[in-house]
């Protein structure tokens, strides 16, 4: 059984160990591809400005370097970093969809492979946007101790992540069945191994 959260905060749980948290792991999967959407954004960069002013290029390093510390910050933690997180991804959103389209537009074979890449970029920092500014993240993600009543949690409910689509889920773990699936992208909550597993043990 699941439910999606919505907009319900998290409360802080220090009973679950780092491996076990499901917005540790989502924190941590965000981090590591805003890394790549900065690594897209330096290049974009580095095209225009070269484009322009050849011999100027290199001051693309300067931006890079804040975006780096905007994201150690993320990495790391820290409050100021979080508003500096979501507004990179939003303008992800926004830089690669419109780049993307530019080229599908286009017409020419290589630059439809590439405009297609930008716009799955996009979906992509869409989602992640989502989930940062959902409460439950937020919350978590900048410490706050908010009590459990009247967060929502039934008995027996736990937090959890999709595995397709990273929605933050209240699921009761013994109800969990081969059938359940994710109210947000509708896949199996349940993976193919561990119906292999499970299988093995009857």
Not at 21 to 26: I, N
Not at 86 to 94: D, F, Q
Not at 165 to 193: R, Y
């Amino acid at each position: 059984m699941t439910r999606d959260t919505g907009g319900f905060d998290l409360p802080q749980n220090n009973s679950l160990l780092p491996s076990q948290d499901p917005l540790m792991a989502l924190h941590r999967q965000i981090y590591w591809v805003m890394l790549g959407t900065i690594g897209l954004l330096a290049l974009i960069c580095y095209s225009l400005i070269n484009a322009v002013f050849p011999s100027k290029a290199w001051v693309v390093i300067f931006p890079c370097i804040i975006l780096g510390m905007g994201w150690s910050g993320f990495k790391n933690k820290k409050v100021w970093a979080y508003p500096f997180a979501v507004g990179l991804n939003a303008v992800g959103v926004m830089l690669f969809a419109l780049i993307g389209l530019f080229l599908i537009i286009s017409l020419d074979g290589f630059s439809i492979l590439i405009g297609v890449l930008m716009v799955f970029s996009s979906v992509q920092s869409w989602r992640r946007l989502t989930v940062m500014r959902n409460p439950l993240f937020k919350a978590w993600y900048l410490g706050l101790n908010i009590p459990m009543m009247g967060m929502g949690l039934d008995q027996g409910e736990v937090y959890s992540s999709c595995p397709h689509c990273s929605s933050v889920l209240a699921i009761q773990p013994t109800k969990l069945t081969v059938k359940d699936t994710c109210p947000s992208c509708h896949g199996p909550l349940v993976s193919g191994e561990t119906i292999r597993l499970l299988n093995e043990e009857e």
